[in-house]
C-alpha cells in the first residue's frame, strides 16, 4: 500500500482528484485545483453507501442548504465508496436533485487518507471543513447508525470562517471573544 498523508484537524487536507457526479453528468474534480485553490472553503463529507437509510437524510438535508454554504464561500463534496454510476442511479431514482457533486471512492483512497474506512470496507459518516489554503479547521466522524447534524456543520463552518475565538453555543452575529 502507498503511502497516504492523513487527515488531521490544523493539519494539511490531503488532496484528491476522482470521478463524481453532478448536475447530471460525469466529472473528474480536484479538490485543491477545483475548490481550495479558487479561494473557496470546503465541507467534505464521507458517508457508506449509496441505496440506504440513514444517508438520504443527510445527502437531502446538506443539498436544501447548499445555498446557504455557497453564501459562506464553501462548496459541499460528498464522498461514499460507490462508483460515479451508482450515484446517477440513485440521484435519478430516489434520490433527485442534489446541489453538490458526489464523488466516486471504488479504490478507497480517499477514505483511507481522511482515516474513515470503516473495516466493512465503507466510509464512516465523517465530516470536514477544509480552509481555502488547504489546513482542515474541523473533523468529525459519526459511526455507521449515527447521521450528523447540517446545521451544527454550518454553524461551525461560519465560526471557523470567523478567525475569532468563538465561545460555547455561539452563532454568527454573537460576540466573540476576540481573535484567535
Known amino acids: 500500500m502507498d503511502e497516504y498523508i492523513v487527515a488531521r484537524v490544523s493539519g494539511e487536507a490531503p488532496d484528491f482528484t476522482a470521478n463524481a457526479y453532478h448536475n447530471g453528468k460525469f466529472e473528474k474534480i480536484s479538490l485543491y485545483e477545483d475548490y481550495l485553490n479558487k479561494g473557496k472553503w470546503v465541507v467534505l463529507f464521507f ?30 463534496i460528498g464522498v461514499s465508496v ?23 471512492d471504488l479504490d478507497k483512497e480517499i477514505s483511507i487518507s481522511y482515516d474513515v474506512l470503516h473495516e466493512d470496507g465503507m466510509s464512516l459518516r465523517g465530516t470536514f471543513i477544509i480552509d481555502p489554503e488547504g489546513i482542515i479547521h474541523h473533523a468529525t ?24 475565538l468563538c465561545p460555547v453555543g455561539w452563532n454568527k452575529g454573537q460576540k466573540t471573544l476576540g481573535k484567535a
Open 82 to 104: 460507490d462508483s460515479e454510476y451508482s450515484h446517477k442511479a440513485w440521484v435519478e431514482g430516489d434520490l433527485g436533485k442534489i446541489h453538490f457533486p458526489l464523488v466516486s
Open 47 to 76: 458517508y457508506p453507501l449509496d441505496f440506504t437509510f440513514v444517508c438520504p437524510t443527510e445527502i437531502k438535508d446538506f443539498s436544501e442548504k447548499a445555498k446557504v454554504f455557497e453564501a459562506e464561500g464553501a462548496q459541499i
Open 141 to 164: 466522524i459519526n459511526n455507521l447508525p449515527i447521521g450528523r447534524n447540517v446545521d451544527e456543520t454550518l454553524r461551525t463552518l461560519i465560526a471557523a470562517k470567523s478567525g475569532e
